[in-house]
Every structure is written in C-alpha cells, then in structure tokens.
C-alpha cells in the first residue's frame, strides 16, 4: 500500500514533520502539545487518504471516482470528528492547535494532490 507512494512524497513529508518538531521548541511550554497533536491529526488525515486510495485504485472508472469520493467524505467527517473532539475534550491551547493542524492539512493536501495527479495520469 504504502510502496506506491513516490519517494519524493515520502521526503516532503519528513521534512515537514522535522519543520514542525523543530518549531515546536521555540514554542511556549503551553502552545507545544496543540502544536504536535495538530500537525499528528493532519498526517492521520494523510493516511487515511492512503489507505482510501489504495482501496480505491483498482477500480473501474465510475466505481472509481464512488469509492473515492464515499471515502474523501468519510476521511472528512473522521477528521472533523477528530477535531472537535480534541477542542472540545482536551486541555491544549486551541489556537496552536488549530494553526498546526490548518498547516498540516493543507500541505498534506498538496502531497496528495499531486500524488493523485500522478497515479491517474499514468
């Protein structure tokens, strides 16, 4: 599953995940964990998208494109899901939550569009 994931796509998301540990340590002591758990909730986001696309990819055409938009629902209410949760339950400090969290998704998003873009031009 993982093994389809181009090596470029695999480095971006290293060095965004060593950005954002090394940001976290010029960060206040209060701001840190909402800043990892934010980054951590937006690579589980990733990986469901892995794990939906590999489900997803032997699929005929129109299958295709059900099965891939059911799971991009079902990723996005997982995940806002995930998220309320956490401001809701949690003690960390909601905005370097959110601020991380916002980061994360939306270049992790990139990565998977361009990911996307590949397997379906090939």
């Not at 994931?5 to 965004?16: D, E, F, N, R, S």
């Not at 994360?104 to 990139?110: A, C, G």
Request: glycine share 8%; proline share 2%; aromatic share 20%.
């Amino acid at each position: 599953m993982f093994s389809a994931i181009p090596a470029k796509g695999w480095v971006l998301t290293a060095l965004m995940g060593f950005l954002i540990l090394i940001t976290s340590f010029f960060l206040p002591d209060y701001m840190k964990t909402g800043w990892l758990v934010g980054y951590s909730v937006g690579f589980l986001a990733m990986l469901f998208h892995i794990i939906n696309f590999h489900f997803s990819a032997g699929k005929p055409g129109i299958k295709f494109i059900s099965y891939y938009y059911a799971g991009l629902f079902i990723r996005f209410m997982v995940v806002c899901g995930i998220f309320i949760f956490l401001l809701v339950m949690t003690k960390i400090d909601e905005f370097s939550f959110t601020v991380s969290f916002i980061i994360s998704y939306l270049l992790h998003s990139i990565i998977e569009v361009i990911f996307l873009n590949q397997k379906l031009s090939e």
